[in-house]
C-alpha cells in the first residue's frame, strides 16, 4: 500500500498569467530529435567547441519549431538531452552549462542577451519561440555558484541541474524546472535539495513539466497533476525502451490516461540504445505517436488537445482498480508456477497451457486473475501470466506491483520475460485484473513491434475486461505498474 506524502522541503513555483482569448482547444507539437553527439573525451572541450556543438542541433531544432509554427502550433516540446547529447562526467559538461535564472526575473533572452552574462542557447530559443509566435521547451544544464558556508556544495564550488527551460510566444523565460530524480547514469548533474512542484498557466491550459525518471516517482509527476491540477503535462525525456515491460510509447499513453491528463513526450531518437518513442496522449485517447527503429532522423508529430480536459463532460472518472480483482476468488490450478527475471526482478510466472482458461498468479500482497480465449494454441508460441510485488533497486529504486501477461521469447519457460519482438498468436478476447494497493495504476495493451493496439479495440477500468478482435500479433498484453516512493 502505498503511503503518499509531501517532503518537508518543497520548492513550488507557479506562474499565473490572466488570459484575455482562453482557448478551448489547441496545438501540440512534440519533436523526436536524432541528437548530434559531441566526440567522446575524457578532458572538458573548450566553450567555443561546446557551442558550436550544441548550436548545430539548434539548427534542427529550428527547422521543427519553425515547421509546427506554421501548422499552427501553439507549443513544442523537444526531448531531454537535445542540445548537446550525453555521456559525460561533471567536469565534461561543464562547458555546455549556463546560468539559467528563476522565472520570476521576467526575462527575453532575445531582447537582453547579456543580462545575466553569457547565455547565447538561451539568447536562441527565446528568439525561436518570439520569431515563431511559439511556446518552445527545451532541456539544457544549469550551474549555480555555491560555497562553504553551504554545507553540501560540491567541492567544485557549483551545482550542476539537468533542466528543462520554457519561453512562451514572446520569447520570456516562463518556467525552469530542475529534474529531481536523476537516472543512475547521470554522474554529472547534482540532485536538487527540494522536489520543485514547477507550473505555468497559459490561454490554452495550466502546465506542468518534469524530465524522463521523474516520471515513476510520486514527487513531482503525481503532485503536479493532483494537486496542482495541471491540464497538461510538458514532459522531455532521453528513455531507451527496455521490453517487455519499459518501452516509452505503452508506458506514457497508459500514465496519460490514467493521471488523466494531457501528456506531450518527446524523446531522442538513437536506434543503437533503442531510443525512440514520442507522442501526444490524452486522457481518453491517443493522438499521435511514432516509434520507429529501422531509420536515424527525427519526427514531427501535431494533434489538436482539449486546453482544459476536466471541464469536459468526456472527462473520464476515477478508477477503482481493484474493484474487480477483491470480488475475485483464486483460480484453482494444478501446474506449478515457475520464477523468471524481467529487468532485474523476479517474478512468478503460470504458462498458458491450454487455448482457453482461468489463471491465478500471486506474488506477496499482490494477486494477478486472468480469463482468456485464443482462436487457437500455437506449438510454436508459449504465453504466460506473471505478477511482482517489490522493491525495484536497479538503476534507480521504485517499488512496482506488476501483473502482466506476455509472450515467452521461445517455448522455453527459461526465456518468458526476456524481450519478444513479434507474435502470431490469436486472442479472441480475455480479461486481467490485480489485487493492487495504489490507485496509481498505469495498464498498457502492446501489439507485436511494440505497436499500441487500438483503443476500439478493448476497454480498462475497475472492471477490467480487455477484449480484442480476431487478430494476429498480439506480444506483451497488458501490464499494470504501481510506482512507489
Not at 123 to 135: F, G, Q, T, V
Not at 434 to 455: D, K, M, R
Request: hydrophobic share 35%.
Amino acid at each position: 500500500m502505498i503511503t503518499s506524502y509531501f517532503p518537508k522541503c518543497v520548492a513550488v513555483f507557479a506562474l499565473s498569467v490572466l488570459s484575455v482569448g482562453a482557448l478551448d482547444t489547441f496545438i501540440a507539437a512534440v519533436y523526436e530529435h536524432a541528437v548530434i553527439l559531441p566526440n567522446g573525451t575524457q578532458t572538458p572541450v573548450p566553450k567555443e567547441e561546446a557551442l558550436l556543438l550544441m548550436n548545430k542541433n539548434i539548427d534542427v531544432l529550428e527547422k521543427a519549431v519553425k515547421l509546427a509554427a506554421r501548422q499552427g502550433a501553439h507549443i513544442i516540446v523537444t526531448p531531454e538531452d537535445g542540445i548537446y547529447g550525453w555521456v559525460f562526467t561533471r567536469e565534461t559538461i561543464y562547458p555546455y552549462l549556463e546560468d539559467i535564472p528563476h522565472p520570476e526575473v521576467n526575462w527575453i533572452p532575445c531582447r537582453d542577451p547579456q543580462r545575466f552574462g553569457h547565455t547565447p542557447v538561451q539568447e536562441r530559443l527565446s528568439c525561436l519561440a518570439k520569431d515563431n509566435s511559439i511556446y518552445v521547451v527545451a532541456n539544457i544544464g544549469d550551474k549555480k555558484p555555491c560555497n562553504a558556508s553551504d554545507p553540501e556544495c560540491p567541492p567544485d564550488g557549483r551545482y550542476q541541474y539537468n533542466t528543462d527551460v520554457v519561453f512562451d510566444s514572446e520569447g520570456r523565460l516562463v518556467a525552469r524546472y530542475h529534474k529531481y530524480n536523476l537516472f543512475a547514469p547521470e554522474v554529472q548533474f547534482d540532485f536538487p535539495k527540494d522536489s520543485e512542484f514547477v507550473t505555468f498557466d497559459t490561454p490554452f491550459g495550466k502546465f506542468g513539466i518534469f524530465t524522463c525518471f521523474d516520471i515513476f516517482s510520486h514527487d513531482p509527476a503525481v503532485v503536479v497533476v493532483n494537486e496542482f491540477q495541471v491540464d497538461s503535462v510538458l514532459y522531455p525525456t532521453a528513455w531507451y525502451n527496455t521490453l517487455p515491460l519499459l518501452s516509452a510509447v505503452p508506458f506514457h499513453s497508459a500514465w496519460a490516461r490514467a493521471m488523466r491528463v494531457n501528456l506531450l513526450a518527446a524523446n531522442t531518437h538513437n536506434t543503437s540504445m533503442h531510443m525512440t518513442g514520442s507522442g501526444i496522449y490524452a486522457p481518453e485517447a491517443v493522438k499521435v505517436y511514432y516509434y520507429d527503429m529501422e531509420t536515424e532522423s527525427g519526427q514531427l508529430m501535431l494533434s489538436e488537445l482539449k486546453s482544459r480536459p476536466r471541464r469536459e463532460t468526456t472527462y473520464p472518472a476515477a478508477v477503482d482498480w481493484s474493484a474487480y480483482a477483491r470480488g475475485i476468488k483464486p483460480f484453482p490450478s494444478e501446474q506449478p508456477d515457475f520464477p523468471g527475471m524481467i529487468y532485474f526482478d523476479e517474478f512468478t510466472f503460470t504458462e498458458l497451457q491450454k487455448n482457453t482458461g482461468n489463471y491465478t498468479v500471486c506474488q506477496k500482497d499482490l494477486c494477478c486473475h486472468l480469463t482468456y480465449q485464443m482462436s487457437e494454441k500455437r506449438t510454436d508460441e508459449m504465453y504466460a501470466l506473471a505478477a511482482f510485488d517489490g522493491l525495484h533497486t536497479v538503476e534507480g529504486q521504485y517499488y512496482l506491483q506488476i501483473c502482466t501477461l506476455l509472450k515467452c521469447q521461445t517455448t522455453e519457460l527459461r526465456t518468458c520475460g526476456e524481450p519478444a519482438g513479434s507474435a502470431f498468436t490469436r486472442f479472441e478476447e480475455f480479461s486481467l485484473s490485480g489485487t493492487f494497493g495504489t490507485s496509481y495504476v498505469f495498464p498498457q495493451l502492446i501489439l507485436s513491434g511494440s505497436q499500441l493496439a487500438p483503443e476500439r479495440h478493448y476497454e480498462v477500468g475497475g472492471f477490467q475486461d480487455v477484449k480484442f478482435p480476431r487478430t494476429e500479433g498480439v506480444d506483451c498484453i497488458m501490464e499494470i505498474f504501481e510506482p512507489m516512493r
